[in-house]
């Protein structure tokens, strides 16, 4: 299995709060994803980045923010929660020689009360 | 806009054949992508299709027609352990970067 980890698994937060979730990889992948998952939608891409400093924005970034300051760490930040962005959330990574073939981590469950 | 269609559910017994259709409606296409995801787990990668054709792995073949936009992932000798959900992704190019679009996912049920 690929090393990726992310931080917390579980968080319950308050709306207006702000949120953030870390995703860690151990492969040195170029490149990292954000999905969100709900029911009825699939998985979705909020924001990919495509190196150190570089990223993009996916099919429903409002509300998410990320940041990628080193290769093996992808942050995304909900600036102000909303119940709307409960969900699951996934990680993903893929390196420049395969990029089809996504790793994905092992998801955070967000509650937004 | 870019746009994937996939059974919600399939059900099969045990040892059977089930095929998964996925039709798309992509600009820049590039390929076509299975995954698998059990219940409360992380989807894991099962096949990818770039050109027209059929894929092979163990039990799991892929195929896929560009010309008609439409791909299939194919599961032999069905086994309990293959009820999951499956997900085609489509990957495809925009402004000089690839990025996926995911289906909503088949759930396949494998009875005994």
């Known amino acids: 299995d690929a090393g990726i980890t992310q931080s917390p698994r579980h968080k319950v937060t308050e709306t207006g709060t702000p949120v953030t979730l870390r995703c860690h990889q151990t492969?040195?992948?170029?490149?990292m994803y954000w999905y969100r998952q709900d029911p009825g939608h699939g998985l979705r891409l909020i924001h990919y980045?495509?190196?150190?400093?570089?990223?993009d924005k996916g099919e429903v970034s409002d509300g998410y923010s990320v940041s990628r300051s080193k290769t093996e760490d992808f942050l995304l930040t909900l600036e102000s929660a909303t119940s709307s962005q409960t969900s699951v959330y996934f990680c993903?990574?893929?390196?420049?020689?395969?990029?089809?073939?996504?790793?994905f981590g092992p998801g955070t469950r967000l509650l937004v009360l | 806009g870019q746009s994937l269609e996939q059974p919600s559910e399939v059900t099969a017994v045990e040892g059977a054949i089930v095929q998964i259709n996925c039709t798309y409606q992509?600009?820049?296409?590039?390929?076509l992508s299975w995954y698998q995801q059990h219940d409360g787990g992380a989807p894991t990668f099962l096949s990818y299709?770039?050109?027209?054709g059929l894929e092979e792995t163990g039990r799991f073949s892929s195929f896929l027609s560009r010309s008609d936009s439409y791909g299939y992932l194919l599961l032999q000798e069905l086994q309990m352990k293959d009820s999951a959900s499956y997900f085609c992704a489509v990957r495809f190019s925009t402004s000089g970067t690839y990025k996926y679009i995911f289906g909503t996912g088949t759930r396949l049920k494998v009875l005994a």
């Open positions: 299709n770039a050109l027209d």
């Open positions: 492969e040195n992948h170029r490149y």
């Open positions: 980045s495509y190196g150190v400093k570089d990223t």
């Open positions: 992509t600009s820049g296409f590039y390929g």
């Open positions: 993903a990574i893929s390196n420049a020689d395969s990029q089809e073939t996504q790793y």
